[in-house]
């Protein structure tokens, strides 16, 4: 995350501290720190609008790997049909119920609500309108949650499962599975359009 010092026009690289005179990167430019090479500011055309929709898809991918069917287990004529509710659920129980709320928190609640955060803060600037009250601290809260939103995590740790479970019984792949990988790769790009700077001098613009 970018440290902006707004009142001296300096802002500090996010990897070596160094700070920088606030520039006038014009879209599709990049800044890169002076020092350590790290791309400081990246403004795209159309970005916000992008980081909006797939903050959206993200939400709406993260709704339905929650509720369908994640993985389907067979073995020895019985049937058990997984949920990710249910990996949750799991651990509910005695003195594993610390695991469960972290892994509701990790790999549910946490992006859920960092994309949500995201999206609030985009859709007035869309809109040319004022930023909604609070924007900046949902903002700031979506950059500080972005550490500890670990979907991709999970998704590597059921690929490894399924490699080991796999010569135990016959697994079929439910939708949540798929959606959850979408959700990965939205997630990614979501990342990898999202310019900080230009949503910060967004907010600081429109502010009212």
Known sequence: MIRDISEQGLFACPRCDLLH???????????????????????RTGALT?????AVTA????????????????????????????????????????????????????????????????????RDRPPFRHARAMFRLAEVLRPWAMAEIFIVGVAVALVKVAGLASISIGPAFWAFCALVVVAALHDNYMCRWTIWKSLEQGRT
């Not at 389907?72 to 799991?90: E, H, P, Q, Y």
């Open 50 to 54: 992008q980081v909006f929709v797939l």
């Open 59 to 126: 939400l709406i991918l993260m709704v339905a790997a929650v509720w369908f069917p994640f993985l389907d287990l067979r073995v020895a004529g019985l049937t058990n049909k997984t949920s990710l509710l249910d990996a949750i659920f799991a651990f509910s129980s005695g003195t594993l119920l610390p695991l469960s709320f972290a892994v509701a928190a990790l790999i549910v609640l946490i992006p859920a609500l960092r994309f949500a955060a995201v999206a609030y803060t985009l859709w007035p600037l869309l």
């Open 21 to 43: 005179v606030d520039p006038e990167a014009g879209e599709n430019c990049t800044v890169r720190c002076a020092r350590c090479h790290a791309v400081l500011l990246a403004p």
